[in-house]
């Protein structure tokens, strides 16, 4: 049970064990100090920590995005599938609009060092609620930043990242929109472009509905949708929840599936 309770508290202990780390030269407590330091090493090992078991079967929605999308970290590959259950990540999928199936993707490039996002051809891709909820949280002040993905920028990101974490779940998600599907389920959006959020808190949308764009936000390596279900609409004391996408095939039938690396998720264009 400590475990689970750790690992959804884990920003605030974080914080209070920075603090508490202070004590030595604030109050001259030296015990306060290492206090600080156990609580602060606690709260980053808890990332790796799940955070509760989740009994319930996939829940189908629709795709969020239109068109040829590759599934660059995907619960079909891997669980947790970024490699942590921090932030209720456990079933989570990075989403690369990828339209030209003749040309390779490459997750890391020589050069250049950095792009402008608007080089990629997923930044200001519409993406669209999966199901009908109301929205519980909307971000629109982040602003798109130029790609990490060149070797040498992989190094600056990790930096990064760790001064976005101590930003809480905002700095990490950048541009967000949180819906309430309802009966406790949660729907993600992160990385959204600067200035398309469509959507106001309070409101109430219908599937489908235009709920932003593909950006570069927040702490994102290149364009991408960041998507995942959840049991909390605080990401940071959230537990993930698995789910299907419902893909329409080129004869025209239906199924249900998670995109994985070696197939992408591919949806209708309108």
Request: charged share 20%; aromatic share 8%.
């Amino acid at each position: 049970m400590f475990p689970v309770i750790l690992a959804r508290a884990r920003m605030p202990v974080i914080v209070i064990g920075l603090l508490l780390a202070v004590g030595e030269f604030v109050h001259r407590l030296e015990w306060l100090s290492v206090a600080g330091i156990v609580l602060f090493l606690a709260g980053f090992a808890s990332t790796f920590l799940p955070t509760g078991a989740v009994r319930r079967r996939p829940i189908p929605v629709a795709s969020p995005v239109r068109g040829r999308w590759l599934a660059v970290n995907s619960p079909a590959d891997k669980v947790p599938s970024h490699g942590v259950h921090a932030y209720g990540q456990t079933y989570a999928v990075d989403l690369v609009h990828w339209p030209d199936e003749n040309t390779e993707w490459k997750p890391v490039v020589s050069r250049p060092l950095m792009s402008r996002p608007e080089t990629f051809p997923g930044f200001g891709s519409p993406v669209h609620a999966p199901a009908a909820g109301t929205v519980v949280r909307a971000r629109d002040f982040w602003r798109d930043h130029l790609s990490r993905n060149s070797w040498p920028a992989l190094v600056y990101v990790v930096i990064e990242g760790f001064v976005r974490e101590l930003t809480g779940p905002s700095g990490v998600l950048g541009n967000h929109v949180i819906l309430d599907l309802g009966d406790g389920v949660y729907a993600a959006f992160a990385h959204l472009r600067r200035g398309s959020v469509q959507v106001r808190k309070g409101e109430r949308v219908e599937a489908g509905r235009l709920i932003g764009q593909c950006g570069n936000s927040g702490n994102s390596s290149e364009p991408h949708l960041h998507f995942q279900l959840m049991d909390n609409p605080h990401p940071s004391i959230a537990a993930g929840l698995p789910f299907t996408f419902e893909e329409t095939l080129p004869g025209g039938t239906t199924h249900h599936r998670v995109p994985s690396k070696d197939e992408p998720l591919l949806s209708p264009s309108r």
